[in-house]
């Protein structure tokens, strides 16, 4: 037995099961994983299935456990378990960490690479549950918002003018962290005179939003600052005469990608420097963006297509999040009871009920 995370765990192993373990894991699984996502055509979707994977293998090697010969879907429930326990999971996390787990099985399973049954195939009752109609991502309001953009401009050092560029560009045009590391400055154009950015998006489809002035003020600035971005010092690959290497949109003082992580860290610190009590994340951001576009009058298609959602209920997940705050029978209740507290009339409420007894 291991303990892992004080719980015990069936993960007992003999000498048989060590010498196939070598066969399938180690190298040899780590070619499984790359047969496996390269059947995925969007980037995105190959980077965001490759690291819940590697969260249930680290979860697997702790508790030494074989991912190939051993493991049974008391595994799975205990990975569930754990990450309950930790607190850093959300549901929507864990259930889409599990969909990944079981998305690789599955294509084991029908490779004919593995006997075994899928572990991460649970009962629907046990998976995580989650509510489509209430988002737990925390939105900004206007107010903050602002503040998080004026910290953004405020901001000193060298990556100043990339900070402002990077908050702008999440906050007015809704983009995916990962779309946003991953985007290039040659994707940067024009259409029918506005200044857009086409990318590659969740799925693999091409993407398109345009860029507002306070986007491409901000941008500009900082493009214009970026010494990898000059023409006489553009680098041709020998043998590729007018070939250009791809160049990040927003790039690390080498001028390298900037990482998700580091925009994560980012946020979370302008959020501190503004003050504003919210779990900072570049999903927060994703989520300001269509409940202010909302409260601004933008129609629900149009947020719907600038945020590259395949369906308008997800787009009504924010939408509504925001109203049903606003909307809240504890404020109605709050004023009602103030009001008749402070001995005025309470003038446009309706007379309270007299309870009735049974």
Not at 59 to 65: I, Y
Not at 194 to 208: D, I, P, Q, S, Y
């Given at each position: ?51 819940d ?27 569930l ?42 009962d ?6 989650t ?6 991502t ?84 900082y ?8 023409e ?15 160049r ?27 003050g ?36 308008a ?11 049903r ?7 109605t ?6 009001a008749?507290?402070?001995g ?9 009920r007299?309870?009735?007894r049974?």
């Open positions: 037995m291991t303990i892992l995370s004080g719980e015990l765990l069936p993960a007992t192993r003999s000498a048989a099961t060590t010498t196939t373990a070598g066969a399938g894991g180690g190298d040899g699984l780590e070619v499984l994983l790359r047969e496996w996502l390269i059947g995925y055509a969007s980037a995105h979707t190959r980077d965001a299935y490759q690291r994977l590697r969260h249930w293998l680290a979860f697997l090697a702790a508790s030494d456990v074989d991912p190939l010969t051993e493991v049974r879907r008391v595994h799975t429930h205990a990975w378990r754990a990450q309950e326990a930790a607190g850093a999971a959300s549901a929507a996390t864990r259930a889409r960490r599990l969909a990944a787990v079981s998305a690789f099985y599955s294509w084991l399973i029908a490779e004919d690479r593995t006997d075994r049954a899928n572990p991460a195939a649970i629907p009752k046990q998976k995580p549950k509510d489509p109609a209430r988002p737990r925390a939105g900004l309001s206007r107010a903050q918002a602002e503040a998080l953009l004026a910290a953004a401009d405020a901001d000193t050092g060298p990556q100043a003018a990339r900070t402002a560029a990077i908050v702008a560009l999440l906050l007015y045009t809704g983009l995916r962290v990962g779309e946003l590391v991953g985007a290039d400055a040659e994707q940067l154009g024009h259409d029918r005179n506005h200044r857009v950015l086409r990318f590659t998006a969740k799925g693999g489809g091409e993407h398109l939003v345009a860029l507002p002035a306070p986007v491409t003020r901000r941008l500009d600035a493009l214009a600052a970026r010494p990898d971005l000059t006489a010092q553009v680098p041709v690959p020998a043998g590729q005469a007018g070939a250009r290497p791809r990040p949109l927003v790039a690390t003082a080498s001028g390298a990608r900037v990482d998700r992580g580091a925009v994560w860290r980012l946020l979370r610190r302008l959020a501190a420097t503004a504003i009590p919210v779990k900072m994340s570049p999903h927060a951001l994703r989520h300001t963006c269509a409940t202010l576009a909302r409260d601004a009058g933008a129609r629900l298609e149009d947020v719907q297509e600038q945020l590259g959602h395949a369906d209920r997800t787009t009504r997940r924010y939408d509504h999040g925001g109203q705050l606003d909307r809240a029978p504890a404020y209740l709050a004023a009602y009871l103030t008749a507290g402070d005025h009339s309470a003038e446009g409420y309706p007379p309270p007299t309870p009735q049974r």
